[in-house]
């Protein structure tokens, strides 16, 4: 159940996006909240929710592609390899975080790892392998970057208002 509710929390957060680089991909919010919902519900497999993330938010944006194009061929072609992402930034975050120590450096640099090779995976199913160009990895590793800096903080913001609430109801 929390790993369908975490699939389409991340669907819906993939609305919010613009285009970077070639057609159909895409930079958007649901990249930030991932890995926030996967640190909160750590008990949950990041493999299993990754892969139904991996099927319900690329239909999300296959549905929404298609309303606004009337193509349902060009909506599938554009949201497909998203699937892709999201199984990469499973097994990925499977293997660099879940099963090792969860300090907030490890979190980081998993966050931006994932982030960064699950993008690279993707971009290599766009452009079949072809496309790549310095300045597409650069931006890719800025991106990351942003991402990971913003996950970090907003987890360390939610950790400390956690702590806060306890102290206040310890204190009453």
């Known amino acids: 159940k929390r ?14 996006h613009f ?19 996967l640190k909160n519900y750590d008990d949950l497999n990041p493999i299993k929710t990754a892969m139904v993330t991996g099927l319900v938010s690329p239909l999300f944006r ?9 193509s349902f061929g060009q909506a599938m072609y554009l ?20 099963r090792g120590n969860k300090s907030y450096t490890r979190f980081f640099l998993t966050v931006f790892a994932c ?32 991402r990971a800096a913003i996950v970090l903080i907003v987890t360390i913001v939610q ?3 956690k702590s806060f609430l306890v102290r206040e109801e310890h204190e009453q």
Do not use: H, W
């Open 3 to 16: 790993t369908l509710i975490i699939a389409f929390c991340v669907a819906f957060a993939s609305l919010f």
């Open 19 to 37: 285009n970077m680089f070639v057609e159909g991909f895409i930079i958007t919010l649901s990249v930030i909240l991932l890995p926030i919902l």
């Open 62 to 70: 296959a549905m929404t592609l298609y309303f606004e194009s009337g």
């Open 79 to 98: 949201a497909a390899p998203d699937i892709v992402f999201y199984y990469t930034y499973g097994v990925l975050y499977y293997v660099f975080y879940y």
């Open 115 to 146: 982030d960064f090779l699950s993008n690279m995976t993707e971009m290599s199913v766009r452009t079949k392998i072809i496309g790549f160009s310095p300045r597409m990895i650069q931006g890719l590793i800025i991106i990351a970057l942003m």
């Open 159 to 161: 950790k400390n208002y």
